[in-house]
């Protein structure tokens, strides 16, 4: 089994450690964000401070990819999801069973449900306020092994594996050049989209 690092404790990151942990691995998992869901779910929603994820008091809509991933790797969690009262809808006509019930949320609270789940997981560790600002690289020829990570607090942390879930705003390119790694293509597009909640 691998010791695997993952960076970041949205929904990615959190989904990630879960299903690894259920299939052995060690993992652990830094978050940035210090402060933990509150366990009231009205609390979650009003007064859980995630400055990692602004959009994260938008209403969401969570695809049903999401709902048939869920119900294969943790029924556990959805069924928690539905009893906080998360509500499912039938979205698609036209698309396949397993994949036409979106999850409608708020978003904090489905997150709060899966990293309660984590929290209970076997094998996964998460470790709050921590952040990782760089990569640990080993270089046996002229590709660069990624080793582990640096942490903000100026230690350092093992793995075979890790994974950015740093979303959209990730270092990882500036982590990469700096361990002399090939940069990546980025395509990035212009949208007249413009998204507004009022609460
Ligand atoms: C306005 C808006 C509306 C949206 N609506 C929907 C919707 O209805 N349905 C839907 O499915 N998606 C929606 N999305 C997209 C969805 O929010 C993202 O796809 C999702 O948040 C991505 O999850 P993630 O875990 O990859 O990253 P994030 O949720 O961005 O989480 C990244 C985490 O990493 C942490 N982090 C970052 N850097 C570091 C670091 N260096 N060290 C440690 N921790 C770090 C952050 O604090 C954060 O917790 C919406 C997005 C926006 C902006």
Redesign the pocket.
Known sequence: MARIII????????AAALFLGRRGHQVDL????PDAPPADREACFADWK????P??R??????GL?SRVLSEEAPDVLDAVRAAGVFTMRRWPSVPEPFAYSLLAR?PIYEALLREAVERQGGVRVHCA????GLLARRDSDIPHVVGVRLGDGSEADADLVVD???????AAEWLAAIGARPWVEDLQETPLV?LTRW
């Open positions: 960076i970041g404790a949205g929904l990615s990151g959190l830094f978050e940035r964000d995630r400055r990692g994820t959009q994260a938008q209403a969401h809509n969570f695809l999401s978003r921590i952040d990782v600002i879930a740093s979303g959209r705003w990730t270092k998204y």
